[in-house]
């Protein structure tokens, strides 16, 4: 578990380094952050929606500020696809998909810890109804954390799924702008989730994408009561398993059928 | 029981071809990388493996860290089969291959070192100590705190070096070390290879396209071409096989009348000079100075034998590579 652990320290370190990159998401996001307030605060204007504009600001919120949770791959990992070099990190004794997942998992806990206290901060500090709303209770808070944390576990067993497609196909691009528009789509980052129709939000909310973000958020708002958090941990439990369970077996096949062909 | 056995190893690569006009599926070829290669090394050896390119260098030093699993064929490295006990065999391997680079871009070297520690679980004292015996020999230790992409090529190819003998690898494949290294670097990588070989009795397997390398640090070599394995044995009886010409270059006061040249030598004019390659099995030198004296005043004469690259490369087109 060690030599895991220090990759993911190791990697974690580095993306303390891309702190311009940070500032420049953390910009981008606000502005992003505002552009929707400003759709909903139109929206509801005309025609207000059953859930209170506040909640949706919050929800908007917290969507942007974990934004890198959500879409971030190791550019490191798809550059090593592309050459080949992937197949020389076998010369080392770690299972590859331990060491990447640690990789993965480092570089959007930390890169969206940069991005976040600075955004929550800031959108702790507008004015009414463009603000951040704060979370229902202190229990609600702590655990909409857990809930957080299991979805990211579950999002980075769900990218190591991505790369070991990617290991197949070689290129990426293709099946992962499939994947972006899916995940933007039923993560709740364009519409929150909670706008969506109530027999889609009974399906919506089960799908993988809506574990990362969507479950912890309502977690805070208090939309989800404290006593079905557990429910809540159940379903990101069951995607984890499955996840990593297909990422392992696809890792492995991809390991005993790999070619590097020149040099 | 030798340290790497190898037998009967073969693997091929299924290449795929543009589709040509007209057809509906893409043609197909395979190319046979190993056929049938088998070979022995014992422990402490420094063994040269050479071959043009696309011989199957790189695909079996591949097989043997591990890397690729063959298509059939048997090896073992310490009881180990590679492919099949991937994990604990990379323990005791260290790899460096010339053309790719294997410690963290982006970190100080010594940031990936501790994690290489973690890896490999070295214990903290005899990792120090081996960084400290190898960031000597190496000469890193003021580059320790810099990352890999602010470094000279030379540089690189140090810290890589040094990364993959942090854990005491037993067994070193080198793929093409001194690529693109300038003298002075070239000369201390092999003394420092030397070196490693002679005090820690790491058997080192190298692949190169540079003689010099293999002249001066192995005494046996290997020579794959088209997937076999052509020859396995000492350089210089490798070479005296192909080490038949000598070559004179000679310049006159005077055009000379160089008629009475047996058939058997070639001549060439290049400018004023006058280069004559021949045999000295055929015509001994000596007959072949009088010769040249006889033939009008000589300004200038130099003798050579051929170089090492010369030879094979003749070796090669003699092999049919």
Known sequence: ?263 | MHFIEVEHLNKSFTVRKKREKGRFLREKSIIHALQDVSFHVDEGELIGYIGPNGAGKSTSVKILSGILTPDSGRASVGGLTPWTDRKTHVQHIGVVFGQRMQLWWDVPIIDSYRLLKDIYKVQKGAFENRLEELTDALDLKNLLATPLRLMSLGQRMRAELCGSLLHSPRLLFLDEPTIGLDAVSKLKLREFLLKENREKGTTVLLTTHDMEDIAALCQRVMVLGHGKKLYDGQLPELLSRYDTQRTIHVRYDAPPDLSSLPESCTLQKDGDNFIITYEPARIPTSDMLSLLQKAGAMQEMTAQSQNVDLLIARMYREMDL
């Open chain 1, 1 to 263: 578990m060690r030599k895991y652990f220090s990759t993911f320290l190791m990697r974690w370190k580095m993306e303390t380094q891309y702190r311009g990159a940070a500032l420049g998401g953390i910009i981008c996001q606000m502005v992003f952050g505002l552009i929707l307030i400003s759709v909903y605060r139109a929206l509801y204007m005309g025609n207000p929606q059953s859930m209170p504009l506040s909640a949706i600001v919050t929800y908007v919120w917290l969507q942007q500020a974990f934004f890198r949770m959500l879409l971030s791959s190791d550019n490191d990992l798809m550059d090593k696809i592309r050459t080949g070099g992937i197949a020389y990190e076998m010369c080392r004794p770690v299972s590859l998909y331990g060491y990447y997942y640690a990789r993965i998992m480092a570089m959007k806990l930390m890169g969206s810890l940069l991005r976040a206290v600075p955004m929550l901060v800031l959108a702790s500090l507008l004015p009414e109804g463009w603000g951040i709303g704060a979370p229902a209770s202190v229990p609600a808070l702590l655990l909409a954390l857990m809930g957080l944390a299991l979805g990211l576990f579950c999002m980075c067993a769900l990218e190591n799924i991505t790369m070991g497609i990617t290991m197949r196909t070689i290129d990426f691009k293709g099946f992962q702008a499939l994947l972006n528009l899916l995940m933007t789509t039923f993560s709740g980052n364009i519409l929150p989730l909670t706008l969506f129709p109530d027999a889609w939000q009974r399906v919506v909310r089960l799908l993988p994408y809506a574990q990362l973000l969507d479950a912890p958020i309502r977690l805070y708002t208090g939309e989800t009561p404290l006593h079905q958090a557990g429910q809540v941990f159940l379903i990101q439990g069951i995607w984890l398993c499955i996840f990593v369970g297909i990422g392992l077996y696809l890792w492995k096949r991809n390991t005993r059928k790999m070619i590097v062909q020149g040099g």
